[in-house]
């Protein structure tokens, strides 16, 4: 469950991501799933997000390298009635999503 993670600062490779992909080639986080301790997937709606740009290689502060084609969104998701703050990472060459939690 999410909301076991919250309370320390993470990194989980290979979300489980639905997208909206656009004609100019943006992207629009909309819904993602996690795996909870018991095994089952957990998904939570993007209810906002803000997409952050820069022309760099950097390391974010939870510790992600990205360069200037990678994807970083700030998204906030309603959970267990509170609004949270999380990262989607999504890497253009690898087709992949990581998130931040």
């Known amino acids: 469950?999410?909301?076991?993670?919250?309370?320390?600062?993470?990194?989980?490779?290979?979300?489980?991501?639905?997208?909206?992909?656009?004609?100019?080639?943006?992207?629009?986080?909309?819904?993602?799933?996690?795996?909870?301790?018991?095994g089952a997937y957990e998904a939570y709606t993007i209810k906002g997000y803000r997409q952050l740009y820069s022309k760099e290689t950097y390391r974010t502060p939870d510790g992600v390298y990205v360069c200037s084609k990678d994807r970083v969104f700030e998204c906030r998701v309603?959970?267990?009635?509170m609004?949270?703050?999380?990262?989607?990472?999504?890497?253009i060459d690898k087709v992949s999503w990581k998130i931040a939690i």
């Open 83 to 91: 609004y949270r703050t999380v990262r989607l990472y999504f890497d």
């Open 78 to 81: 309603l959970i267990l009635d």
């Open 1 to 38: 469950m999410i909301s076991g993670f919250l309370d320390m600062s993470r990194v989980i490779d290979n979300v489980d991501v639905i997208c909206e992909h656009k004609a100019d080639g943006s992207v629009i986080p909309l819904r993602f799933r996690l795996l909870n301790e018991d």
